[in-house]
């Protein structure tokens, strides 16, 4: 699937995102901080899924 230079940023900025969060869970193992910050990356990888979906649905260049 060929996508726009918009549906990449958005894509890499999640991705860091997400990263971030599973760096901290992994760094603070066995506190709740790690537990949350597992959590709310899960909920992050949804929110990108659902943006990237609702964007290639608008967008002309990617559809």
Known sequence: M???HQFDT????Y??????MLAHSKRH???PAAN???KQAASTK???ARALNSHVGRCP???
């Open 2 to 4: 060929k996508t726009c």
């Open 10 to 13: 958005v894509r890499v900025e």
């Open 15 to 20: 991705e860091r995102e997400i990263g971030f």
């Open 29 to 31: 193992e066995g506190r």
């Open 36 to 38: 949350t910050s597992a």
């Open 46 to 48: 949804q929110r990108m």
């Open 61 to 63: 260049e990617c559809g």
